[in-house]
């Protein structure tokens, strides 16, 4: 019995150890930006992301030195519901599991602050516990961050391209200027190559790309247009 007793506080003490450390990293990262994610550490040399940005390009950025219209692109394609939910939408959970049924192309329904918890600490993995661990950081984001401060990390480490992230280095990349500078046009047609920004090219758009990023344009205007980010974005 005094093992059991044992092993259950050892538990307790383990949970309540890393909690205090999770917190404390993303309070830490609530006022600096953080220089690496573990999908950039997923996608190149542990080792050269330590001591090198040589093999990635990324450039953080405020959010009042973006395009007003970036984060207006990326909740309209993106998650609608941003500053309604606390990270989960579960209505488009719920729509997406119906759909998923009968759809041979899995129906994600990750909002954007879901999508920073698996970009910034998480792996690719399928296994169910990851979407457990997923929760977990979505949730103490909510608590901890503002939804600026997430809509301004989620646009400075998202993936844009092979070795390519952020909006401000994929923006001076694909359109040779800063990403304060993007047009509404510019804007939507970055965040229409998520989520498959390595095969999909900003630069030279397909057709397929054109009509993602006009269909985000409609969307932009639906929802509101720029004075929808008034109350949870300060410009």
């Not at 390009?57 to 405020?62: A, D, F, L, M, R």
């Not at 970036?70 to 959970?93: K, N, R, T, V, Y």
């Not at 918890?117 to 661990?133: H, P, S």
């Not at 646009?155 to 040779?176: D, H, P, R, T």
Request: proline share 4%; net charge positive; hydrophobic share 45%.
């Amino acid at each position: 019995m005094k093992k059991i007793f044992s092993l259950i506080k050892f538990c307790f003490s383990f949970v309540g150890i890393y909690t205090a450390l999770v917190v404390f990293l993303i309070l830490f990262f609530r006022f600096i930006n953080p220089p690496v994610t573990a999908f950039i550490q997923m996608n190149t040399d542990p080792l050269i992301t330590l001591f090198s940005s040589d093999d990635f390009k990324i450039k953080p950025v405020s959010i009042n030195n973006t395009s007003k219209y970036l984060p207006l692109a990326a909740i309209a394609s993106e998650d609608q519901m941003f500053f309604d939910h606390f990270g989960f939408d579960f209505e488009q959970i719920e729509k997406a599991m119906k759909e998923n049924k009968h759809r041979k192309r899995i129906r994600g329904a990750s909002t954007i602050t879901m999508q920073l918890a698996k970009n910034m600490f998480l792996n690719n993995t399928k296994l169910i516990i990851r979407k457990g661990f997923e929760a977990y950081y979505t949730l103490l984001l909510e608590s901890l961050w503002s939804k600026e401060r997430i809509m301004e990390v989620y646009l400075n480490v998202a993936e844009m391209g092979k070795g390519i992230y952020g909006v401000e280095a994929a923006s001076q990349i694909y359109f040779n200027r800063a990403s304060i500078k993007l047009n509404p046009v510019q804007a939507a047609t970055l965040i229409a190559i998520l989520p498959n920004p390595k095969v999909r090219n900003p630069k030279n758009p397909s057709g397929y790309l054109i009509g993602r990023r006009n269909h985000i344009l409609d969307q932009m205007n639906m929802i509101g247009g720029v004075g929808m980010l008034k109350e949870g974005i300060s410009y």
